[in-house]
């Protein structure tokens, strides 16, 4: 169905079974809610059908209705826009310098709220979402609206809960990193906003069974920290031990934030991952459609990924091109469809696959760099799990740090040292389980860490 406005599904697009419950269950609960899809069951373009059919109603009534979408990253909000284009929907797009969209902003929400538009169809950035010139512009609209986040646990933050626009009528929640799982203050506040309504849930466990996902073999890859590298971690817990004792408010406190930042980075950029690397040579070379996670941090994990670059190129034989989210539409377009084609082996990636860049080719992942927030790792699966041509399975190579891998060495230390040690396996084995527990090869994946385990233990 089209509207006066243009809107409307096209013929195209059909709407899967659960894809229909999803819509219908927002709808149901007075368009307030949140949809937990994985990865790969369509959350985009169910999230838009259940959109566009209550604009349609809105347009039926001749009554005006908005939309303000945000999105955490501009290769996100590009592609949405992409899609969005294909239901009618043209929103103005609004991110980097203001002088490119703060008058046309300023001009449309004005003929909204005059009723001389019957439709005001926004889409930006989370870090434009925050600017004052954006919140000026939102806290303005006077009608109807539909306000929708896509991976919405980026405004998990006080200051994200805190800009949530409380005038909107309509809310739409997006993610697929299963919200129920985690509880917060401020990720409380955020499902609250959205009245603590998961309105439909998609598994990526149910996924995989029902062919929407690949099945994947997980292979744990055990790295040793260096003794430099124990001793600084050592020093840096203590002084956060420190910092916290001393104050009430961690989460605001910027050295101890400094700390932890400083603390995590000797676990995700490990030395001895590198090492690991270079002896599966064997795993690598003559294969195509690889993907090496290399860290979070473009400025910091580049001299990373040219090393990573230089071993593959130079030792294994390897065609690889390094993708992060600095690349321009045309740039990424380009080495996406050279990988796609095979013309390129392997994929270097800093942070930009986490959200919104979609590789379905992927065969085979290493992840040289993982923190502790189960969001990102459990975003970083789907995108190795997507559907292709040709891909009955995948495989996933986590380079999983372990304070010490020799037995003496840890009978031999203090009671202080093991649990030190553990607390670090702990925060791994988190990642560990929720990639094990839905493997091809789970029992392989446990016995391998139970041996890990067993040493600290006995």
């Known amino acids: 169905m089209s509207t006066e406005i243009g809107i409307g599904i096209p013929k195209n697009i059909k709407i899967r079974d659960y894809q229909g419950e999803a819509i219908r269950a927002w709808l149901s609960h007075e368009g307030c809610g949140i949809l937990e899809m994985a990865t790969g069951t369509g959350k985009t373009i169910t999230s838009i059908c259940g959109i566009v059919k209550l604009l349609e ?86 009608g109807d609206y539909i306000f929708c986040i896509d991976e919405m646990h980026h405004f998990a933050t006080k200051s994200g809960v805190d800009l949530l626009p409380e005038k909107a009528r309509f809310r739409l929640g997006l993610s697929a990193t299963l919200m129920s799982k985690w509880s917060s203050e401020n990720m409380d506040k955020l499902k609250a906003y959205f009245k603590n309504d998961i309105v439909y849930s998609f598994s990526l466990e149910r996924a995989i069974k029902e062919g929407f996902l690949t099945p994947y073999y997980y292979h744990p890859v055990f790295v040793e920290l260096t003794v430099e590298e124990k001793d600084e971690y050592y020093i840096l817990s203590k002084k956060i031990g420190k910092a916290i004792a001393s104050n009430d408010d961690i989460t605001d406190n910027e050295v101890l934030q400094s700390l932890l930042l400083k603390r995590a980075r000797i676990i995700t950029t490990a030395k001895n991952k590198y090492e690991m690397l270079k002896m599966m040579k064997n795993i690598i070379v003559g294969t195509k459609y690889n993907l090496f996670y290399c860290g979070d941090r473009i400025e910091a994990d580049e001299r990373y990924v040219e090393k990573i670059n230089k071993l593959l190129s130079f030792d294994f034989g390897i065609k690889s091109h390094t993708f992060t989210a600095a690349e321009d539409k045309k740039d990424r377009k380009y080495v996406l469809n050279t990988f796609a084609k095979g013309d390129i082996d392997a994929i270097t990636a800093i942070r930009c696959l986490d959200e919104g860049v979609d590789i379905p080719q992927l065969r085979r992942a290493f992840i040289l760099s993982s923190g502790t927030n189960p969001k990102e790792f459990i975003q970083r699966r789907g995108r190795i799990l997507r559907k292709s041509e040709g891909k009955d399975m995948a495989e996933i190579y986590d380079f999983f740090v372990v304070p010490t891998l020799n037995q003496y060495e840890i009978k031999n230390m203090s009671s202080e040292e093991i649990s030190a040690e553990r607390r670090i396996l702990n925060r791994e084995f988190d990642r560990f389980k929720e990639f094990a527990d839905l493997s091809l090869n789970k029992e392989e994946a446990y016995s391998k860490i139970i041996s890990i385990w067993n040493m600290y233990n006995n």
């Open 57 to 142: 109603q809105y347009a039926l009534a001749d009554t005006p209705c908005g939309l303000v979408l945000v999105l955490p990253y501009k290769v996100l909000l590009e592609q949405w826009v992409d899609v969005l284009s294909d239901f009618g929907i043209h929103p103005l797009v609004c991110y980097e310098s203001k002088a490119i969209w703060k008058s046309k902003l300023t001009s449309i929400v004005d003929l909204f709220n005059k009723g001389h538009r019957k439709s005001l169809f926004i889409a930006t950035t989370n870090a434009t979402f925050y600017t004052d010139d954006f919140q000026e512009e939102l806290e303005r609209i006077s």
